[in-house]
């Protein structure tokens, strides 16, 4: 199953959006607010080359856009982990 990692911050209307579909789906995503979490903004910015959330982590690779993150999760939700 593949290792799911959110950077986002909760005043992220786009990143909101995300975290309601990871909430529907009932899926297992590690949370990095890069609005409290130094280290996570530094390996966004040092990966990316930008600071844009929601920034999903799909086994260590970046996906930017919440639209095409959303309709990602929805398409493999079947094989993703569940939160138990
Ligand atoms: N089109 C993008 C918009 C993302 C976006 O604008 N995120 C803002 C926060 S609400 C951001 O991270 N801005 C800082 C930046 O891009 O450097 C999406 O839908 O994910």
Redesign the pocket.
Known sequence: MPKLELYK?D?????V??MSTINDLNLKVKMRDIQYDNESLNKLVKDTG??????LYIDGNPM??????IAWLEDNSDKLEKNS
């Not at 005043?11 to 990143?15: D, I, K, R, T, V």
């Not at 930017?64 to 993150?69: G, H, P």
Request: glycine share 0%; proline share 10%; hydrophobic share 35%.
């Open positions: 911050f005043a992220c209307p786009f990143c959006r995300v930008r600071r844009t959330v929601p920034c930017f856009e919440s639209s095409d993150i």
